[in-house]
């Protein structure tokens, strides 16, 4: 819970007195502490969210759009974060082989004569009190990333951040599942950061982070390279982060089993051993909104369109975690499936 939040929000409809008293009745909910102690933490509260709003400086200002980022749809997948990845790139003006604005999986510069492919990815929202799984799979998503860019990964880089009642363990459980995934594809976590969500004015369990991988690369895929005529290719895909919470939010335990893989990683090791890269137009990996969503946004960059063949489609997808997806009413071609495009 964000105390701060919480506080500024009641404030602005709320007497003082009755802000504290609710704000002690949270805080007692959450901590089990003494009401003497509560009321403390409260007034402190209160008092900063007093010190930080009376007053303001430019620098501490920012534009108000009064669109949150649930109704615009930001991380949900679809056209709004499409929409606000597009514009991202437009606030950096220092040039880039590829940047947001590229709607690619990784971030390209070139250096020395050689690609420098640079990828982040987020912890699954939902897999706060899953911390192992939680890093297995943010690891595979931004490993994932740079190797569709044509690049080795060479160093893996975290950030945890857990909310001040959350257990300290699960930070060994979360690094324990980057650490999985670092040693099978032998790549080191070299660097990190772990602190608490809002210190002290955000109480509860939540944990969230990311995880960040570094490749270098002498050829470069992009999706902006598609080209018309190219065939497209799929690996069975059984994927990530996305599919393992659905399968433990509606009780499918066992499909979780089904995601924990390197079976990407070895595809795309696969293809660099053999000297296929320079064959390759561009390469993805099936993951935000989807193959659809994938598609507009290399429709997008590339000017071309793709044609699939759904019966086919259908055949990429783990048969087991096809038959949830089904049995759910989840359209498989809307969610992250993990394939190598």
């Known amino acids: 819970?964000?105390?701060?939040?919480?506080?500024?929000?009641?404030?602005?409809?709320?007497?003082?007195?009755?802000?504290?008293?609710?704000?002690?009745?949270?805080?007692?909910?959450?901590?089990?502490?003494?009401?003497?102690?509560?009321?403390?933490?409260?007034?402190?509260?209160?008092?900063?969210?007093?010190?930080a709003y009376s007053k303001s400086l430019p620098i501490l200002e920012y534009y108000r759009t009064g669109v949150t980022m649930g109704a615009f749809g930001v991380g949900s997948r679809g056209i709004g974060d499409f929409y606000i990845h597009s514009k991202l790139g437009d606030i950096c003006n220092v040039k880039a082989v590829l940047s947001s604005k590229d709607l690619d999986d990784a971030g390209v510069v070139e250096n020395?004569?050689?690609?420098?492919?640079?990828?982040?990815?987020?912890?699954?929202?939902?897999l706060s009190e899953f911390p192992f799984i939680a890093g297995f799979h943010v690891t595979r998503a931004a490993m994932r990333d740079v190797l569709v860019k044509g690049a080795e990964p060479i160093a893996v880089f975290s950030d945890i951040h857990i909310a001040d009642d959350g257990d300290v363990s699960k930070i060994f459980d979360h690094i324990a599942g980057i650490a999985t995934v670092?040693?099978?594809?032998?790549?080191?976590?070299?660097?990190?950061?772990?602190?608490?969500i809002g210190g002290d004015m955000v109480i509860g369990e939540r944990m969230t982070g990311c995880v960040g991988c570094v490749g270098v690369a002498t050829h470069i895929t992009p999706r902006r390279n598609v080209i018309e005529?190219?065939?497209?290719?799929?690996?069975?895909?059984?994927?990530?982060?996305?599919?393992?919470?659905?399968a433990i939010y509606y009780g499918?335990?066992?499909?979780?089993?089904?995601?924990?893989?390197?079976?990407?990683?070895?595809?795309?090791?696969?293809?660099?051993?053999?000297?296929?890269?320079?064959?390759?137009?561009?390469?993805?990996?099936?993951?935000?909104?989807?193959?659809?969503?994938?598609?507009?946004?290399?429709?997008?960059?590339?000017?071309?369109?793709?044609?699939?063949?759904?019966?086919?489609?259908?055949?990429?997808?783990?048969?087991?975690?096809?038959?949830?997806l089904e049995e759910l009413q989840i359209d498989f071609m809307g969610v992250s499936t993990d394939s190598l495009m």
């Not at 050689?114 to 987020?122: E, K, Q």
């Not at 137009?281 to 507009?296: K, P, Y």
């Open 229 to 246: 005529g190219d065939v497209i290719l799929l690996t069975e895909g059984s994927g990530g982060g996305t599919i393992a919470t659905t």
């Open 182 to 196: 670092c040693e099978a594809a032998q790549v080191p976590l070299v660097s990190g950061s772990t602190l608490r």
């Open 252 to 324: 499918m335990h066992e499909i979780v089993e089904e995601t924990i893989n390197i079976d990407f990683i070895k595809a795309s090791k696969a293809i660099f051993s053999a000297n296929l890269l320079p064959e390759i137009h561009s390469m993805s990996d099936v993951t935000n909104g989807g193959i659809r969503g994938d598609a507009e946004e290399i429709s997008k960059v590339s000017g071309k369109a793709l044609i699939f063949e759904y019966e086919k489609l259908r055949n990429c997808v783990n048969s087991k975690v096809l038959k949830m």
């Open 112 to 126: 020395r004569g050689l690609y420098i492919a640079i990828a982040i990815d987020g912890i699954h929202s939902r």
């Open 1 to 51: 819970m964000d105390l701060e939040g919480y506080a500024r929000r009641l404030m602005q409809v709320k007497s003082e007195e009755e802000v504290e008293r609710k704000l002690v009745s949270r805080i007692q909910e959450i901590k089990g502490w003494s009401e003497e102690r509560a009321k403390k933490w409260a007034k402190a509260v209160i008092l900063e969210v007093k010190n």
